[in-house]
């Protein structure tokens, strides 16, 4: 499989946003490593078995399960302890494993900033694929300019999944994508900007870069706990009209 090329990236604070609970929170981070690309049509069909039919572009019309399925795939591939078991569909991060996976929201953001405090770390006509391009498919990776960690394309040309769940009271299992797309204008390609989808869900524009770090806790890591979510999810009373019921 062609190299999935890592940078380390060192600790430091990030500051996070959700707008629908009207809440911001500082996380702080410990060093781990993350993909300077997205993941590529090649690299996702070679170790798949599938054909790659633009090899340097994304791999898109991934689902988060899949990109998960795709960490652990590599893992194993490179003789790692895999990140993730599963049963059935619910999936367990084990923290301390130290093989590929999913960024976390903290991480993805912390990584994408680069030391940048607005929504994006330089003009987005030289380091972004968005609509202003006027492209109707992804772009190869590394065509626009990298940030100072030196990562291409965390904004614009796909989004990328994460591993944290957006909003349990209201989506239920959908997961964050991150970064906006190559079909987007500006307002959605910010370092901020938060979507996300069923963990099934597949679209044109959604890909995903890998992570590696492990961390000495559980159920816990780098913004992320699983008490957190079941605290997220507890809403008293009815849910609101137009919310996912939860399962």
């Given at each position: 499989?062609?190299?999935?090329?890592?940078?380390?990236?060192?600790?430091?604070?990030?500051?996070?946003?959700?707008?629908?609970?009207?809440?911001?929170?500082?996380?702080?981070?410990?060093?781990?490593?993350?993909?300077?690309?997205?993941?590529?049509?090649?690299?996702?069909?070679?170790?798949?078995?599938?054909?790659?039919?633009?090899?340097?572009?994304?791999?898109t019309e991934v689902s988060?399960?899949?990109?998960?399925?795709?960490?652990?795939?590599?893992?194993?591939?490179?003789?790692?302890?895999?990140?993730?078991?599963?049963?059935?569909?619910?999936?367990?991060?084990?923290?301390?494993?130290?093989?590929?996976?999913?960024?976390?929201?903290?991480?993805?953001?912390?990584a994408c900033r680069a030391?940048?405090?607005?929504?994006?770390?330089?003009?987005?006509?030289?380091?972004?694929?968005?609509?202003?391009?006027?492209?109707?498919?992804?772009?190869?990776?590394?065509?626009?300019?990298?940030?100072?960690?030196?990562?291409?394309?965390?904004?614009?040309?796909?989004?990328?999944?994460?591993?944290?769940?957006?909003?349990?009271?209201?989506?239920?299992?959908?997961?964050?994508?991150?970064?906006?797309g190559f079909a987007d204008?500006?307002?959605?390609?910010?370092?901020?900007?938060?979507?996300?989808?069923?963990?099934?869900?597949?679209?044109?524009?959604?890909?995903?870069?890998?992570?590696?770090?492990?961390?000495?806790?559980?159920?816990?890591?780098?913004?992320?706990?699983?008490?957190?979510?079941?605290?997220?999810?507890?809403?008293?009373?009815?849910?609101?009209?137009?919310?996912?019921?939860?399962?």
């Amino acid at each position: 499989m062609d190299d999935l090329e890592l940078a380390r990236i060192e600790g430091g604070t990030v500051t996070l946003h959700d707008a629908r609970r009207k809440v911001r929170w500082s996380v702080e981070l410990e060093p781990f490593e993350i993909g300077v690309y997205p993941v590529t049509q090649a690299q996702l069909g070679e170790l798949l078995g599938e054909t790659a039919t633009h090899p340097r572009r994304p791999a898109t019309e991934v689902s988060w399960l899949r990109a998960i399925r795709f960490c652990n795939a590599a893992s194993e591939w490179e003789g790692l302890d895999p990140a993730y078991t599963f049963d059935g569909e619910d999936v367990t991060w084990h923290v301390d494993d130290d093989g590929y996976r999913l960024p976390t929201e903290a991480e993805w953001e912390f990584a994408c900033r680069a030391g940048s405090t607005g929504p994006h770390y330089g003009p987005l006509a030289e380091i972004a694929w968005t609509s202003a391009d006027g492209v109707r498919t992804p772009q190869p990776v590394g065509g626009r300019l990298p940030n100072l960690n030196g990562l291409f394309d965390t904004l614009g040309n796909v989004w990328e999944w994460c591993w944290d769940l957006l909003d349990p009271a209201r989506y239920d299992d959908y997961r964050v994508f991150r970064g906006g797309g190559f079909a987007d204008d500006a307002w959605s390609v910010r370092a901020s900007t938060r979507r996300g989808g069923a963990p099934r869900m597949h679209h044109e524009d959604v890909g995903f870069r890998v992570a590696r770090g492990g961390f000495d806790a559980t159920d816990a890591a780098q913004g992320w706990s699983a008490q957190a979510d079941l605290e997220r999810a507890d809403v008293p009373g009815p849910l609101p009209p137009g919310w996912t019921p939860r399962r």
